[in-house]
């Protein structure tokens, strides 16, 4: 059974920065695309990046160049580093597995002064 557990959520300054993880079970993980989608109250999931196998990115023109995405294998973990943080970029978060079709339960985060 595949499991994605997403930590790392938090309150944050405009213009700070935080870290997200996304441990993964159950699947090997080092064969497959992973990606983080958020959303905010009142408006659609969106994707926000992707990361493949072979550790190529794909990004959200809203992030590109203040967030990257990037992979642990041997930690079976997906982080996102999201840096110049704007109150835009308050959503709830998730990790998301393409091939299983496989959502984390999402964490929260809020960018206000």
């Known amino acids: 059974q595949v499991q994605l557990v997403e930590s790392g959520g938090g309150l944050v300054q405009p213009g700070g920065s935080l870290r997200l993880s996304c441990a993964a079970s159950?699947?090997?993980?080092?064969?497959?695309?992973m990606d983080w989608y958020r959303q905010a109250p009142g408006k659609q999931r969106e994707l926000v990046a992707t990361?493949?196998?072979?550790?190529?990115?794909n990004y959200a023109d809203s992030v590109k160049g203040r967030f990257t995405i990037s992979r642990d294998n041997a930690k079976n973990t997906v982080y996102l580093q999201m840096n110049s943080l704007q109150p835009e970029d308050t959503a709830v978060y998730y990790c998301?597995?393409?091939?299983?079709?496989?959502w984390g339960q999402g964490t929260q985060v809020t960018v206000s002064s």
């Open positions: 990361i493949t196998r072979g550790r190529s990115t």
């Open positions: 159950g699947m090997i993980f080092m064969f497959y695309t």
């Open positions: 998301h597995s393409t091939t299983y079709d496989v």
